[in-house]
């Protein structure tokens, strides 16, 4: 057991000089789950949503689906309820209840788009407007720079070139997985 904790510390230490990812093959035998790339970056942005974002939010008494889509609305409503889901890329169901929340604390207002001649039945289902209230405006406006800040900071425990680096490895993988997912879920 000793020799067994020994080898796992000595691996621990190569990996974590060279990265587990460095000498990968095709079928990744030896990477450990807490090297898979989904779980880092979960933990990662679980780390920075308790750690960095939630701090801030809760002096505005907002949640994070919330600011999201705050900051979202803000910046392209009036938007359909369809966009306003693709963009955020939340779940329909938790856009549906957070802009509902929204709602009531009259950050936004949502709008049936019913064209006339329309029957009840297809009025229900009728297309959703979504835009930002001037409370909704002023909340956002106060919380912007303070998001801003916040990040900034995070942003600024890399060099600029690591900062390059990370943005332009976000977007491949994004566009490697993300527009994929979009088109699945879209069929």
């Not at 057991?1 to 020994?6: A, Q, S």
């Amino acid at each position: 057991m000793l020799v067994n904790k020994r080898t796992q510390k000595s691996t621990r230490r190569r990996a974590k000089k060279s990265g587990p990812w460095v000498n990968l093959s095709r079928n990744a035998t030896k990477l450990n789950v807490e090297d898979f790339l989904t779980f880092r970056i979960t933990r990662l942005s679980n780390a920075l949503r308790t750690g960095l974002t939630k701090r801030y939010l809760e002096e505005f008494e907002l949640s994070l689906p919330e600011w999201r889509l705050l900051a979202l609305i803000a910046r392209f409503a009036p938007m359909r309820f369809s966009e306003v889901t693709s963009r955020s890329s939340m779940d329909k169901g938790q856009v549906s209840r957070t802009l509902r929340e929204m709602s009531k604390k009259n950050l936004v207002k949502m709008k049936a788009i019913r064209t006339p001649g329309s029957r009840a039945a297809e009025a229900l289902a009728a297309p959703v407007m979504v835009s930002i209230t001037p409370k909704g405006k002023a909340l956002y406006a106060a919380i912007l720079p303070v998001a801003r800040k916040r990040q900034a900071e995070i942003l600024m425990t890399l060099t600029e070139s690591e900062r390059v680096a990370l943005y332009s490895i976000l977007d491949k993988l994004f566009f490697t997985i993300g527009s994929t997912a979009f088109q699945e879920e879209g069929e």
